[in-house]
């Protein structure tokens, strides 16, 4: 069994930064991917960033060179440095972990970029 907890999600104006956590516990492999997904209001959920065991990343075209990703190997934790935020951000970020052909995800943390 896997759990994923987030944190950072919140408030933020236009312009501004945000950094989201998404610790796993459990039975964790070696090998796993780990990103992050959004989903906006009457819209699919859609990949921002995603990260490999090895540090190998992809991002979504809308957020690259404002938003990087990272993790912690050690502590099973991923990261979204997210800044120059935009309305259009706004979303419920959840995390995911895939690994062994199944994908885990978090509750999901609400971000809302608003003057």
């Known amino acids: 069994q896997v759990q994923l907890e987030e944190s950072g999600g919140g408030l933020v104006q236009p312009g501004g930064s945000l950094r989201l956590s998404c610790a796993a516990s459990?039975?964790?492999?070696?090998?796993?991917?780990m990103g992050w997904y959004r989903q906006a209001p009457g819209k699919q959920r859609d990949m921002v960033a995603i990260?490999?065991?090895?540090?190998?990343?992809d991002y979504a075209d809308s957020v690259k060179g404002r938003f990087t990703i990272s993790r912690d190997n050690a502590k099973n934790t991923v990261y979204l440095q997210m800044n120059s935020l935009k309305p259009e951000d706004t979303a419920v970020y959840s995390c995911?972990?895939?690994?062994?052909?199944?994908?885990?995800w978090g509750q999901g943390t609400q971000v809302t970029v608003s003057s």
């Open positions: 995911l972990l895939r690994q062994r052909f199944s994908n885990y």
């Open positions: 990260i490999t065991d090895g540090g190998s990343t």
């Open positions: 459990g039975t964790i492999f070696s090998f796993n991917v």
